[in-house]
């Protein structure tokens, strides 16, 4: 027949009825099962959600979980189909998967999840613990294209792999954009209308609830033209949204040097150790000059080439939109 227990904590439920075939049809990914016949037990062991004994005789069962949980059992003389309705999934639960590069996780292992139903917007390769990457060939792995429904009916674990590719570029200059003087004074404070009205360039990052917080750096690539020198390159960032008049000054990138094209990697100027606030940031690209001759906003022989990041908190490789049906 068929029981229907709630175990409130650690102690279990008791059931006391004869049979010889047992069936359970709902409960916690891990639950403990003990029969017993005339007061020996004839049975124990850990069983999951669906799984079946047979021919044991008992005529007691003691069922027990790490969790708070609703028991149902099937107990007696004969068996019972597990398709039965009352095991069908009955919660569904959707989320949305950031997945950065290299192998991810998308699904823990849960035998309480029926079926998963996934979507992502690149292509993607599927795999178990075992999958692997090997000079960016996966292995033990399948594509499914970008866009594309696919179903995953396996309770286990569940790894992605979309791309080994760790960069995301911020800002990239085909060196059509220039950087204006923005003549230094001693004790300045910018502010993001003044550097607007001079025509520095600028882009935008945004940072969502994912993201606040997160400690990140960047790296800068710079170019100098023939006779630029006392040029200081700096990012200036709104202190919260692109209407903050608030600016943080990253302090020099770079001072005048001799002409040519120049990488700087996540000095102390291109640190965030506390990350940003949640919102859009206007990241201003500042050339600020003592150079004599030079007009506010006048052309500069100077520009930033690439602004980009290698950390994982910006280069996402793509997101997944995952739908479980569960048990």
Same mark, same amino acid.
């Given at each position: ?22 069936? /359970? ?32 005789? %008992?005529? &007691? ?5 790490? #969790? ?6 099937? =107990? ?21 998967? %950031? ?32 999958? =692997? ?6 292995? *033990? ?7 594309? @429904?696919? @179903? ?6 569940? &790894? ?21 003087? #923005?003549?230094?004074?001693?004790? +300045? ?7 607007? *009205?001079?025509?520095?360039?600028? %882009? ?7 993201? =606040?917080? #997160? ?19 700096? /990012? ?6 692109? +209407?903050? @008049?608030?600016?943080?000054? +990253? ?24 990350? /940003? ?31 980009? +990041? @290698? ?10 939109? #995952? ?5």
């Amino acid at each position: 027949m068929l029981f229907q227990k709630r175990q409130n904590d650690n102690e279990g439920v008791f059931i006391s009825t004869v049979g010889s075939h047992f069936t /359970l049809l709902k409960a916690a990914p891990v639950t403990r099962v003990s029969l017993f016949k005339n007061g020996s037990k004839v049975f124990e062991s850990i069983m999951w959600q669906g799984m079946s004994l047979k021919n044991i005789p %008992f005529d &007691n069962i003691y069922i027990s979980s790490d #969790v708070i949980q609703d028991i149902t059992i099937w =107990a007696g003389q004969q068996p019972i189909d597990v398709q039965e309705p009352s095991i069908r999934q009955q919660t569904i639960r959707a989320d949305q998967v %950031f997945i950065s590069n290299g192998i991810n996780t998308l699904l823990e292992n849960d035998p309480a999840r029926v079926i998963a139903r996934v979507e992502c917007d690149k292509d993607i390769w599927i795999g178990g613990e075992n999958m =692997a990457v090997v000079l960016g060939t996966p292995q *033990n792995a399948r594509r499914y294209k970008a866009g594309q @429904e696919f @179903e995953i009916r396996a309770y286990g674990h569940v &790894n992605c792999y979309i791309s080994d590719t760790a960069q995301a570029v911020l800002f990239d200059n085909d060196g059509s954009v220039s950087n204006v003087a #923005v003549p230094w004074e001693y004790g +300045t404070v910018r502010t993001r209308t003044e550097l607007e *009205n001079l025509g520095v360039p600028y %882009f935008d990052i945004e940072i969502p609830a994912r993201m =606040a917080g #997160v400690p990140f750096k960047l790296k800068v690539l710079l170019q100098f033209d023939e006779g630029v020198t006392a040029h200081g390159s700096k /990012l200036f960032i709104t202190q919260g949204d692109p +209407t903050t @008049e608030a600016l943080d000054n +990253t302090g020099f990138v770079s001072g005048g040097v001799s002409p040519g094209t120049y990488e700087y990697e996540g000095n102390q100027h291109l640190k965030w150790p506390n990350g /940003l606030s949640v919102g859009v940031h206007r990241v201003f690209m500042v050339d600020e000059t003592t150079s004599a001759g030079y007009t506010a906003g006048q052309t500069v022989g100077t520009r930033f080439l690439k602004v980009w +990041t @290698e950390n994982n908190v910006f280069a996402l490789a793509g997101t997944c939109q #995952v739908m479980q049906e569960r048990g």
